[in-house]
């Protein structure tokens, strides 16, 4: 499964995605004082694009292959 | 209700249960059924970067800064998505390489050197040990704040206790004594701990469950859910700001390098190469920790905000209770001291769950990089001594683990009180993210060296310690104060944390910036000063040349054909058996020779048994004192031009490829070239052969012509009148005769060609030569009245030739001249003479002479001099190159001089002597055994 | 009327011959040894047919050949082409100047004759 290079190049890709989510200036835009079901927008920005890294990471190195 | 002694009965139980676990997968490992090899494991045990500072520290920092605490969670994340191709590397070349170590893997990387993996021993020791400061604070705080339950009362300061009823120092004594049963129980080759791996993972489920409790507890416990915390919070000014981040480019920066910083320290922290590498058992498992390691971070943080948040909102902002130990004084605050218990124990979870493995790795460090190469320098181990070693290396690893905690614990006295718990742990990130050039360098770019890897370790540690830990100590007062606001010496510039005026960064990214552009701006520069030298560049194919994602194919072994002795095998087994004790020795040499498919006695000291015992060895004492023991023993021969040659490394290899390529391209064009020259001058041959058969056959056809003419009209008319019958009769014969005269001439020159014709080389007279050949023609002249005058410096010297060739050249060129003067007033006169170096011969006539654009071509076949004349000229047109042909043979010349006025031609020859020419010997030689070897056939 | 055939030919042995010849058979025979001298004959002789050596001193076969096609006066007259090369390219060339014949040699005299005879009805 790991000689699989396509796989490689989806976590690079996941790699830089969360490089771009976690950094300015997409974090930026969350940076307000307003909230979400309670939970200031940052936060819950934050928490749920980390969520879907690891579940990117998870769905790309778990998947049976065929 | 909590007394100390409780809680101190607890912590030994909770030890117990830790110890008990150890044993266990011990003893499952000793049964071939090792309990860690599952990646759930690993991923938990990967958590062994969760410490004290995550379980106490982020809650105080999220206190202080909302969410600052996130990035040190967030690089891990990062790091795993693209650890599929830098830590899956790492394991690989580990593994292939029997690696200890961070310090083992970069000496080892960079041609097994003592100096390299001492100096990153040395920055890992003092790198870390602000870090081990912070757990021995934690749990001694956390002991003390729960030992005095039910009064929340913060510790004070440090400095004030005495130093024997400082808790801190027993917690550093126990953890040394624990974390000694733990790791150095006994000695394994390849540095794994199958039973501390187990238990950290225990202590990872025990830690997040704790918090997760404690969470769960201050969400639904004291408030009606996190939603509740978050609206509370934002009705408090001083709270409110916690829920965004500070807006400024500063403020993102300082993120960014936080996130970078723990994307290093993840891998390169002495514990987490320990846990992540070392103790690795399969690469495989690497795919499940990918994600749930991460998961594990993400779970840990979810209750971070809102149990800070929550313990300011219940003591109040200004209350004096340490937001760090908001963990554990929120249940007892609210008399909840079971809930505070298992607090305390996630605490201790976090903290014992670091200090084995981080003191276990450094004492491996110190031990196999630090003082082995010591000891084995100044010789302190004859090698003919035969004692087990084995234990004087677990003595080493135990008092390096005693050393280690109590500079812990004295760097604690010193500095821990100036700074947070998160503020100190970042100062050994910092210190630990110097090794990512020389390690990540080193693991893609081959030309890396040692020097470099020296030279940009040295920088960068020395930036960190200038930076950011000789400020810890100033801040803590064991400096003079104006080292900081003043700069060394009063340097303005020189501020170690506004270093060149740098300001605006905190002191971390301010650290982080200086430090790795000066280490690798110095790895990179002494790195390209030279070559990288053989060892290196064989160091360095092993490490980078290892595919992150194929199996490990079989090592490129060095190709050393040299045999060895089976003595030395002997010797090897000896020293090896000192390090790992003599029966595992034994049974390590006995399954290797077996894997060669040979007995042990029959092994020798070959280039694949040296890397066997160097990698076995590198187990015990790490690569490069395993370099040194093994060398003693086989007396390795430097590095020779073969095996230099064998372990090219691959950018080597392309560049010969490529020029390879481009020299056989070339080759090719050249070839390409010749062959079509090749080509040109065949077809060139080919048609001056046509030619010359096409001369040849109409030379023939002429003579032919006519005696067929003549023949057919006698034939046709039998009553021919006898006049016209004889002259047709004697046309046919002399038209016969030149037939026959031209065929002979061309077999003649066909012969001359190739080479085949017979010489007979001996020493001839050549004046009487010339006098014979004016004999045998004067009859000739005579009809012709040509006069004939002979003018000779007699005696002419002897030369080398075949006497009847030359005959021939002088008949031929006499007739020649006898053809073309005017009968009854032709001249012809022969002179000959000799030289200090040759003879030389002219024949001189009166005739018409031969136009000077002709003098070279008469000479070629067929090219009689006829085409001037109206009169076609009797002879062959072969006469002259036959001629030339043979005096060329006996090294002479056969040229026609410039026509002066009013003369006709004017041939002339020479001949080299003998006595000054050795080429004729040699050609008179060559001659006859031509002439034998025609003979023969 | 008797028809007047010149030979051209650099080679006494064979002019004789085909002089000998061809009188024989009752021509008119002129002779030329090379191709200057052949184009002067052709002009002061007039003849029916020539007989015409290629390789010639001072103007071959073809030189002699393609002179005289380029005269139309001298449209009628036949030309025999005599050569020792008998490569096809050779015969094509000889024919492409304008000759009515090429014989190689050696030839037949026979044929020769009936050759010229038939060029000459």
Known sequence: MYRNRLNAQRLAAVFLVGCLLFNYPLLALFNKATSVLGVPLLYAYIFIAWLGIIGLIALIVERRLD | ?937 | MTKKILIVDDEPNIVLSLEFMLKKEGFDVAVAGDGDAALEKIAAFAPDLVLLDVMMPKKSGYEVCQTVRADPAQGALKIVMLSAKGRETEVAKGLAMGADAYVTKPFSTKELVAQVKALLA
């Not at chain 2, 979870?349 to 460090?365: N, Q, R």
């Not at chain 2, 004889?726 to 001359?752: C, G, Y």
Request: glycine share 8%.
């Open chain 2, 1 to 937: 209700m909590l007394s100390g002694w409780t809680v101190i009965l607890v912590s030994f139980a909770y030890l117990g249960i830790l110890f008990a676990i150890a044993w266990w997968a011990d003893r499952r490992a000793d049964q071939h059924r090792s309990l860690i090899d599952n990646s759930t494991i690993y991923a938990l045990s990967l958590a062994v970067y969760c410490t004290t500072w995550t379980f106490y520290g982020s809650v105080g920092r999220a206190a202080a800064t909302g969410i600052g605490f996130l990035p040190i969670y967030l690089g891990p994340t990062l790091m795993m998505a693209l650890g599929w191709f830098i830590i899956a590397k790492i394991i690989r070349v580990a593994k292939a390489n029997r690696i200890t170590s961070i310090a083992d893997f970069v000496a080892s990387r960079y041609g097994k050197s003592h100096l390299l993996g001492g100096l990153v021993t040395v920055i890992a020791v003092v790198g870390v040990i602000p870090y081990i400061a912070l757990q021995l604070k934690a749990v001694s705080n956390s002991f003390t704040i729960l030992a005095a339950a039910p009064e929340i009362v913060m510790p004070v300061h440090v400095g004030a206790v005495p130093l024997l009823h400082d808790s801190a120092l027993y917690v550093a004594m126990i953890m040394a004594a624990f974390t000694i049963l733990f790791g150095t129980r006994h000695l394994d080759a390849t540095e794994r701990h199958e039973g501390m791996v187990a238990a950290i993972a225990f202590e990872s489920v025990v830690k997040l469950l704790s918090f997760v409790a404690v969470g769960l507890f201050v969400a639904y416990g004291l408030f009606d859910g996190i939603g509740d915390i978050f609206a509370k919070a934002a009705e408090v000014p001083q709270l409110d700001r916690l829920m965004t981040s500070r807006d400024t480019a500063a403020g993102y920066g300082s993120w960014a390098a936080l996130t970078f910083l723990s994307m290093l320290s993840v891998l390169l922290l002495p514990r987490q190469f320990q846990i992540a590498v070392v103790e690795n058992v399969n690469v495989a498992h690497l795919k499940r920790a990918a994600w749930l390691f991460p998961l594990y971070l993400f779970c840990i943080n979810l209750f971070v905000l809102p149990i800070a948040l929550g313990g300011l909102l219940y003591f109040g902002p200004n209350s004096g209770v340490d937001a760090d130990t908001f963990v554990l004084t929120l249940p007892m605050a609210h008399h909840n001291n079971a809930l505070a218990l298992l607090a305390y124990i996630g605490g201790l979870s976090a903290a014992t769950g670091m200090v084995i493995v981080e003191t276990i790795a450094l004492s491996t460090m110190i031990c196999n990089d630090l003082i082995m190469p010591l000891l084995l320098r100044r010789g302190w181990f004859g090698l003919h001594e035969r004692s087990d070693l084995s234990g004087l290396l677990l003595e080493i690893r135990r008092w390096a683990i005693v050393v280690i905690l109590m500079l812990g614990y004295a760097y604690f006295r010193l500095a821990g009180e100036a700074y947070a718990l998160v503020s100190i742990g970042l100062i050994s990130f910092a210190a630990v993210a110097q090794f990512a050039p020389v390690l990540i360098g080193g693991l893609y770019w081959k030309g890396a060296t040692r020097s470099g890897a020296l030279a940009g370790l040295m920088a960068g540690f020395s930036v960190w310690l200038y930076t950011l830990l000789l400020p810890s100590f100033a801040k803590s007062g064991w400096l003079p104060a104006d080292f900081m606001s003043a700069g060394l010496f009063g340097i303005e510039l020189l501020r170690p944390q506004q270093l060149f005026g740098l300001t605006g960064l905190d002191e971390i990214s301010h650290c982080l910036l200086w430090s790795l552009l000066a280490n690798c701006g110095a790895f990179g520069f002494f790195s390209l000063l030279r070559a990288p030298d053989a060892r290196e560049v064989r160091q360095a194919s092993l490490f980078v040349d290892v595919s992150g994602w194929e199996q490990a194919g079989p090592l490129p072994g060095r190709l050393m054909t040299s045999g060895g002795t089976t003595l030395q095998v002997t010797e090897l087994l000896a020293v090896t058996g000192r390090f790992l004790g003599q029966a595992k020795a034994q049974e390590a040499f006995e399954r290797y020779a077996r894997s060669r498919g040979l007995p042990l006695e029959q092994l020798t000291a070959d280039a694949d048994t040296v890397n066997f015992v160097e990698r076995e060895l590198a187990g015990a004492i790490g690569s490069a004192s395993a370099r040194v023991m093994v060398a003693s023993v086989v007396d390795e021969e430097p590095l020779g031009l073969d095996e230099v040659m064998n372990i090219l490394d691959e950018a080597s290899q392309v560049r010969a490829y490529s020029r390879e390529l481009e020299q056989k391209s070339q080759e090719l064009t050249r070839a390409t070239a010749e062959l079509r020259e090749a080509n040109a001058q065949l077809r060139e041959l080919d048609r001056l052969k046509d030619d010359f058969i096409s001369t040849v056959t109409h030379e023939l056809r002429t003579p032919l012509t006519s005696i067929r003419a003549f023949s057919e009209m006698l034939q046709d008319d039998p009553r021919m009148d006898l006049a016209d019958r004889t002259r047709f009769l004697s046309i046919i014969v002399s038209e016969t005769e030149r037939l026959t005269r031209l065929i002979n001439q061309i077999l003649d020159l066909a012969k001359l060609e190739s080479g085949r014709a017979d010489w007979t080389t001996v020493e001839v007279d050549l004046g009487q030569v010339i006098h014979e050949a004016c004999e045998s023609l004067s009859q000739l002249y005579k009809e012709k009245g040509v006069a004939l005058t002979l003018e000779m410096a007699e005696p002419l010297p002897q030369v080398m030739a075949d006497r009847d060739r030359l005959m021939q050249v002088m008949i031929n060129l006499l007739s020649n001249a006898v053809k073309f003067v005017p009968q009854t007033v032709g001249q012809v006169k022969v002179g000959a003479g000799a030289t200090a170096s040759d003879v030389r011969v002219a024949v001189v006539d009166n005739g018409p002479g031969i136009r000077t654009e002709d003098r070279e071509t008469i000479f070629e076949k067929f090219r009689q001099g006829g085409d001037v004349l109206t009169d076609k000229p009797q002879g062959t047109g072969l006469g002259l190159p036959i001629s030339r042909q043979i005096i060329e043979y006996f090294g002479g010349r056969l040229w026609l001089e410039a026509p002066v006025a009013g003369g006709g031609a004017h041939f002339v020859f020479t001949l080299p002597l003998p006595t000054s020419d050795n080429a004729i010997k040699r050609k008179a030689g060559g001659a006859h055994d031509k002439e034998n070897t025609d003979r023969g056939r």
